[in-house]
Structures are given as C-alpha cells and as structure tokens.
C-alpha cells in the first residue's frame, strides 16, 4: 500500500545534530557527543533546491513558512550556515530564519560582524532561544547580547523564544549560567510557561514532572496528524525527511520528496510507520511479539515517551528498520 504525503509548507535544516548543549527537553537529542557530521554541500544544495520547489514563501516572518537553518547549534560551523543562507537567497526562499542558542555571542564586535554578513547575504530573521534548559549550559549575558546585536541587525527580526523567560531572567538578573533545580527553586514562574513537548530526552530527563500512565493508556491513538504534517517538517544532515517532530523516525530521503508526494510511500517497505499510521498499540503488540520489549513498571508520559522506548529498545536489539535514522539518534544521551 503507497500513502501520499502532503507538500511541505515550512521546512527546517538541521545542519549537524551536534550542539554545545545537552538540553533536557530537546527533541532532536543533540548534544557536543554527536559526531558532529555537517550537511554536505552538495546534500544541501539538493534540498534547498527540493524545498525551494514545494515550500510556501511569504513576507511573514513565520517559521510556518519557508526554510529555517538549525541544529542542533548551526552557528558552529558558520562558513555552512552562510553558504545555506546563500542558496536559499539565490532560490528566492522566503522567509530564510536561523535558529540559534546564542552560545557564540561572546564579544558584541564579533557577534555584530556575523550578524551583519548573514544580512547581508539575504537572512530575513534570527529566532534565539531563551529557556530554563538553556539556563543550564549558556550564560544569560551572552543570550542579552545576541538579542541585543540582533535587533540592531534585524531590528523586527527578531524572534525571541520564549520572551517570557526573558523577562524573568532579567528580573532575576541572571547573568551566567543557572542548573534547572536552581531555576526552579529561584523563579516564581517555575515552568508554567514553557512550552514543552512531551518527545526526545524530556521523555527521560523531565519525567518526573509528568504523570505517567501503562502503555494501554495510549492505544487507539494513531500518529497521522504528526506524520502527515506539512508544517515545521526538518530535514536533517543526512538527508531524513522529519515530520511531526517525530525525530528518528524517517518518512524517507530528500532526495525521494517529491515521489512521496507525488506517488506515496510504500508502507510495506517502511512497517512501523505502517502500525504508528494506524494504531500504537499495533506498533507495541509486535515489539513485544517479535522482539521480546517488555515495558518499564513506571509507565510512560506520553504516546511518543511509550513509542521513543519501543524504538530505542528496537535498535539496541539490532533491528534493521529503514525508518530508524539516524542510528545515532538512538545511541547518544
Ligand atoms: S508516537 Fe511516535 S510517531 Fe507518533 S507522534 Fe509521537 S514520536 Fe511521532
């Protein structure tokens, strides 16, 4: 059976996986212990030419339209992110938006240089993160000054993500870096704003805000809405096509969009998303059958905490599935 795919509306590049941080609730698992592999030029320029093609361009500066350039940290191989921005310019891609962790902004000189030659190629906008789990690994006084140098740049922008934990930083007047046990002992806010998805290593790292239920809490639900999502789709370095933010969990490569889109996916090829478009328990019921996954006593806090474990717990036995990738995904902590 082939399953059309929908044409992505807004795209992400995730250049490498590897990150100066290790934040708790990152979906993607990036961290410095990724092998820090870059898109190659050449995969790059295809998928911009790909993306160039299917995504919707605006005069909005929205991350549900166009291609934004992110990580992991992309400004850890600036030559890269410039040479992005250039195609994306030359293909008339927009907006094209840069997501960063302002780890890098450590002189105002330097981080003005940067800002100024990405404008100047044709970068519409910079979106800087500003949450309690980057508290933990980048100094506040530097996040202020990207901000600070960005909106000299970029004046509108400018996105700040999330403004709320700004304001509280500074009221705080944090400067440096803050543990999140600190943070919360600290702020009266605690997370009450953060927009947090229950994916990726908050599955693990941040379980113990969430209650957790038994597997069969989840069955009935199905991942098509996720999977079938045109909005905020990644591709990442080596070329996975990511929906949903389902991430270790390929639709297939870049290079194949446009006969996804055009002709389907063969599901018979690609099982597990076959069970997850359908129902996870069909996904848990052959994990256990086939492969002997026997689910933690302390249950789950969500479909995709119960469905990363299954897939986590597939690759550690050495189960070869197409849509399993990066491998490493898997493997790093
Ligand atoms: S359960 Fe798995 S496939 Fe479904 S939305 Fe969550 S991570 Fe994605």
Redesign the pocket.
């Known amino acids: 059976m082939k399953l059309k795919i929908p044409k992505p509306i807004s795209a992400g590049i995730i250049l490498s996986y590897k990150c100066s941080s290790q934040c708790k609730h990152c979906l993607y698992y990036s961290s410095p212990l990724w092998k820090g592999d870059w898109m190659e030029e050449e995969l790059l320029t295809e998928t911009l030419e790909i993306l160039s093609t299917l995504v919707k361009r605006s005069s909005f500066l929205s991350f549900n339209y166009g291609v934004h350039l992110s990580g992991g940290e992309p400004f850890l191989n600036f030559e890269l992110l410039l040479k992005a921005v250039k195609i994306a310019k030359k293909l008339k891609i927009s907006p094209i938006l840069v997501e960063t962790n302002a780890v890098w902004c450590l002189r105002e000189d330097l981080s003005l240089e940067k800002l100024r030659t990405l404008k100047e190629v044709g970068l519409d906008g910079i979106l800087i993160s500003v949450n309690p789990f980057l508290l933990e690994y980048v100094p506040f006084k530097r996040t202020k000054l990207a901000i600070d140098c960005a909106s000299r740049i970029f004046s509108e922008g400018v996105l700040i993500y999330q403004e709320v934990f700004y304001h509280e930083f500074k009221r705080l007047n944090i400067e440096e870096t803050l543990p999140l046990k600190n943070y919360l002992e600290k702020s009266g806010y605690g997370l009450y704003f953060a927009e947090l998805l229950p994916?990726g290593r908050a599955c693990y790292e941040l379980s113990f805000l969430f209650k957790k239920y038994p597997p069969e809490v989840f069955f009935g639900k199905n991942?098509k809405a996720?999977?079938l999502s045109p909005y905020h789709v990644h591709v990442d370095n080596y070329g996975n096509y990511l929906t949903?933010f389902?991430a270790g969990?390929s639709l297939g490569h870049i290079t194949e969009l446009k006969s996804l889109v055009e002709e389907g996916i063969n599901l018979k090829k690609k099982p597990l998303l076959d069970l997850?478009l359908q129902d996870?328990k069909l996904f848990y019921q052959m994990a256990v059958k086939e492969f002997g996954y026997q689910p933690p006593e302390e249950g789950f806090i969500s479909?995709?905490h119960l469905?990363?474990d299954i897939r986590r717990f597939l690759v550690s036995k050495g189960a070869n599935f197409q849509e399993l990738v990066p491998k490493e995904y898997y493997q790093v902590s």
């Open positions: 994916m991942c996720e999977l949903g389902c969990l997850l996870i479909k995709c469905c990363l």
